[in-house]
C-alpha cells in the first residue's frame, strides 16, 4: 500500500527506514508509514531498557499522538535508527530526545538481544520488526521527559514484571517490549 493511499501528510510519509532481512541485512530504505501499513515492510528498530541500581526498570507510556500503539507502555525508549546509523548511537539519540537523558548518565549501554515479530495494531497498521535490545544501568536518574513523546514515566521491579506480568496488565504493555522481557537472559 502506497503513503499517497493512507495519509501522506502524516509526519511519518516524510521519514525513511531500513528495510531488513531475517538476518537483519540491509535491503534498502522503505517510507516509514509504508513501512507500518498494508502488509508492510520488515524493517530495522530497536527497543532500550534502562534500570537503576536497585534493578527497577523505567517504563515510558507512548504519548497519546503515536500513530500506532498510543497510550501503551514500553521499555524505557523504541525507535527505528535511520541509514548509517548504529544501534547504540540511535539509541543514545532518542534517550536524549524523549527523556533528556545524555551518556554521562548511564554505562555500558549495549546490544542484548535481536528478534523477529509482527502485530498488527488496530485498525491503524502494524509493526513487522527485526528489533534489537539495548540495555544499560542509569547512575543518574535525572528525566526530562519530551511531551510530544511521552505521557508518562513509571519506575517497576524488573523481577517482579517479568515474573508476574499479570500484576501489571492495567498498563498495557507494547508488544515488542513484552517479547524483549520474555527473552530477556541479561538480569
Known amino acids: ?3 499517497d493511499a493512507v495519509d501522506e501528510t502524516h509526519e511519518n510519509a516524510r521519514q525513511e527506514v531500513i528495510a531488513v532481512d531475517a538476518d537483519d541485512n540491509e535491503e534498502g530504505l522503505v517510507n516509514r508509514l509504508d513501512a507500518h501499513t498494508g502488509d508492510g515492510v520488515r524493517h530495522r528498530a530497536f527497543t532500550a531498557l534502562l534500570f537503576d ?3 527497577r526498570i523505567l517504563l515510558a507510556q507512548r504519548a497519546a499522538n ?10 524505557t525508549v523504541a525507535s527505528h ?10 539509541t543514545e539519540e532518542r534517550l536524549e530526545e524523549e527523556l533528556g537523558v545524555d ?8 546490544v542484548t538481544d535481536r ?20 540495555q544499560a544501568t542509569l547512575h543518574d536518574t535525572s528525566l526530562e521527559p519530551n511531551p510530544e513523546e511521552v505521557d508518562g514515566l513509571m519506575w517497576v521491579p524488573y523481577e517482579r514484571l517479568r515474573e508476574h506480568p499479570e ?3 492495567q498498563l498495557r504493555l507494547c508488544p515488542w517490549f513484552e517479547i524483549a522481557m520474555r527473552r530477556d537472559e541479561e538480569r
Do not use: I
Open 167 to 169: 500484576y501489571y496488565r
Open 103 to 110: 551518556p554521562s548518565q548511564y554505562q555500558n549501554l549495549r
Open 53 to 55: 541500581e536497585n534493578d
Open 81 to 90: 535508527p535511520v541509514e548509517g546509523q548504529t544501534q547504540v548511537e540511535a
Open 115 to 134: 528478534f523477529e515479530y509482527k502485530r498488527y495494531y488496530e485498525n491503524a497498521g502494524l509493526e513487522w520488526e527485526v528489533c534489537a535490545v539495548l
Open 1 to 3: 500500500m502506497s503513503s
Open 66 to 75: 503515536k500513530r500506532l500503539w498510543d497510550t501503551h507502555w514500553d521499555g
